[in-house]
């Protein structure tokens, strides 16, 4: 039996993750993180730190403030193809101008990056919403998990020519190592480039779409996104989802922007860290679909709970008794077993409890939380860090690990009231 349809509508929109998981991989978890301690803030020292953490809090702020005014204009003007076109591009081409930064300009990395970040996020808020314009609800979780498997393996196999690229650059006959990591940038636009433009030509089902009033457009925009915000107040199902799934998948996101510069802080060598990531895509791939089976077996919530208390696992314990490269890959290697799963099946089980009609403007709201969720992880992070180095507690414990630890609240929260979230059986009414 065909996995990923080659020509089907479905396919098309699972390869979009294919595509833009290459950003994920190469330029969030790997190489800006270690450019910009190298190359970008390389004088800075543990300001280094701290700097990455403020900057990745202030862009999640950015992107949860203007996410629900996107989708709620989406969700009446029926654009959410050309909206993702447009914040892809902007994101492609953002990420390829990252390669000619100089060094020592860690402003203008930043600002990049944060360009570059704020146009993946915005264009993952219009493909999530298109999920109901290439499937049916009984396949969400399927689906769903498919995007995630498939986003891991195409992002690893980029990453697998960049570090191949970077580690072999003198045999290659290029000018140094990071010459070769500078490639990679562009290498990640190209590929996204390439690979999107399957889903950026399917028809979209716009038979919700309310008639526009153009010069009340932001009037009928913020109406609206009125409405979806006082629809959720009044379903307690929903917003107990949305406020466990706020605290959960900030952990989850920091710990995917923040590792890398973990293990550089602790000492652990570029070029393993480099070997653990591509692990996780290695091993994330059989195990978001194996997630994904098991959510449609015995439904998608329990597995999302084990999934948070793997985390727990990593953030409290591994944040402390890593010691060297080989914990690292091992710790690592059990957040790929989950990493995809809990956000794949965060966006299935959500897309199970809201009604079909107000589909794209839930989504924009349930994207929304997950951004306002990337300020508070890695806020909490720097915080803890500064105040590790503050109060000298750095001579016992490095600071680093304090910041990781601290993670650990995050899922905790998340995990009591996960508990409270009612998951629809086959059959049932999505809507209290």
């Given at each position: 039996?065909?996995?990923?349809?080659?020509?089907?509508?479905?396919?098309?929109?699972?390869?979009?993750?294919?595509?833009?998981?290459?950003?994920?991989?190469?330029?969030?978890?790997?190489l800006?993180?270690?450019?910009?301690?190298?190359?970008?803030?390389?004088?800075?020292?543990?300001?280094?730190?701290?700097?990455?953490?403020?900057?990745?809090?202030?862009?999640g702020?950015?992107?949860?403030?203007?996410?629900?005014?996107?989708?709620?204009?989406?969700?009446?003007?029926?654009?959410?193809?050309?909206?993702?076109?447009?914040?892809?591009?902007?994101?492609?081409?953002?990420?390829?101008?990252?390669?000619?930064?100089?060094?020592?300009?860690?402003?203008?990395?930043?600002?990049?990056?944060?360009?570059?970040?704020?146009g993946?996020?915005?264009?993952?808020?219009?493909?999530?919403?298109?999920?109901?314009?290439?499937?049916?609800?009984?396949?969400?979780?399927?689906?769903?998990?498919?995007?995630?498997?498939?986003?891991?393996?195409?992002?690893?196999?980029?990453?697998?020519?960049?570090?191949?690229?970077?580690?072999?650059?003198?045999?290659?006959?290029?000018?140094?190592?990071?010459?070769?990591?500078?490639?990679?940038?562009?290498?990640?636009?190209?590929?996204?480039?390439?690979?999107?433009?399957?889903?950026?030509?399917?028809?979209?089902n716009?038979?919700?779409?309310?008639?526009i009033?153009?010069?009340?457009?932001?009037?009928?925009?913020?109406?609206?996104?009125?409405?979806?915000?006082?629809?959720?107040?009044?379903?307690?199902?929903?917003?107990?989802?949305?406020?466990?799934?706020?605290?959960?998948?900030?952990?989850?996101?920091?710990v995917?922007?923040?590792?890398?510069?973990?293990?550089?802080?602790l000492?652990?060598?570029?070029?393993?860290?480099?070997?653990?990531?591509?692990?996780?895509?290695i091993?994330?791939?059989?195990?978001?679909?194996?997630?994904?089976?098991?959510?449609?077996?015995?439904?998608?919530?329990?597995?999302?709970?084990?999934?948070?208390?793997?985390?727990?696992?990593?953030?409290?314990?591994?944040?402390?008794?890593?010691?060297?490269?080989?914990?690292?890959?091992?710790?690592?290697?059990?957040?790929?077993?989950?990493?995809?799963?809990?956000?794949?099946?965060?966006?299935?089980?959500?897309?199970?409890?809201?009604?079909?009609?107000?589909?794209?403007?839930?989504?924009?709201?349930?994207?929304?939380?997950?951004?306002?969720?990337?300020?508070?992880?890695?806020?909490?992070?720097?915080?803890?860090?500064?105040?590790?180095?503050?109060?000298?507690?750095?001579?016992?414990?490095?600071?680093?690990?304090?910041?990781?630890?601290?993670?650990?609240?995050?899922?905790?929260?998340?995990?009591?009231l996960?508990?409270?979230?009612?998951?629809?059986?086959?059959?049932?009414?999505?809507?209290?």
């Amino acid at each position: 039996m065909r996995i990923l349809p080659k020509f089907t509508r479905s396919g098309k929109w699972i390869l979009y993750d294919w595509a833009n998981s290459a950003f994920a991989l190469t330029v969030l978890a790997a190489l800006f993180p270690l450019l910009f301690r190298t190359v970008w803030s390389v004088d800075s020292g543990d300001l280094t730190t701290s700097r990455l953490g403020f900057a990745n809090s202030l862009i999640g702020f950015v992107v949860a403030i203007v996410s629900p005014l996107l989708a709620s204009f989406s969700g009446i003007s029926g654009n959410r193809k050309s909206y993702l076109i447009l914040w892809s591009m902007l994101a492609i081409i953002a990420t390829a101008t990252l390669a000619f930064v100089p060094s020592g300009s860690w402003v203008m990395a930043l600002l990049l990056f944060g360009i570059a970040r704020i146009g993946f996020q915005f264009s993952s808020l219009f493909y999530d919403s298109m999920l109901i314009d290439v499937t049916s609800p009984a396949r969400y979780h399927r689906v769903s998990s498919l995007g995630f498997a498939f986003g891991y393996i195409g992002g690893a196999i980029l990453f697998t020519i960049n570090i191949f690229t970077v580690q072999f650059w003198a045999q290659l006959g290029l000018p140094s190592a990071e010459f070769a990591q500078r490639i990679a940038f562009v290498s990640v636009g190209i590929w996204w480039f390439v690979f999107s433009l399957p889903l950026w030509n399917i028809s979209v089902n716009n038979k919700n779409v309310v008639s526009i009033d153009r010069k009340n457009r932001m009037k009928q925009t913020v109406g609206r996104l009125w409405e979806t915000v006082k629809f959720i107040i009044g379903n307690k199902n929903i917003g107990l989802f949305l406020l466990a799934y706020w605290f959960y998948i900030d952990g989850v996101h920091t710990v995917i922007l923040m590792a890398a510069d973990f293990g550089l802080a602790l000492g652990f060598s570029s070029g393993a860290l480099l070997g653990a990531l591509l692990a996780v895509q290695i091993v994330a791939f059989p195990s978001s679909l194996l997630l994904g089976w098991l959510a449609e077996r015995f439904r998608a919530k329990p597995v999302i709970a084990g999934s948070i208390f793997v985390y727990i696992l990593i953030t409290g314990v591994g944040g402390m008794a890593m010691k060297n490269s080989v914990d690292f890959l091992v710790f690592a290697l059990v957040t790929g077993v989950v990493q995809g799963g809990i956000q794949a099946l965060s966006r299935s089980l959500f897309s199970t409890i809201i009604p079909q009609e107000r589909f794209t403007e839930l989504i924009g709201i349930f994207n929304m939380v997950g951004r306002f969720a990337v300020i508070v992880g890695p806020l909490l992070f720097a915080l803890a860090h500064r105040m590790t180095l503050k109060f000298e507690i750095l001579h016992t414990v490095p600071a680093v690990r304090i910041g990781m630890v601290s993670l650990s609240i995050l899922f905790i929260i998340g995990m009591i009231l996960l508990f409270s979230v009612h998951e629809p059986r086959k059959g049932e009414d999505s809507v209290d």
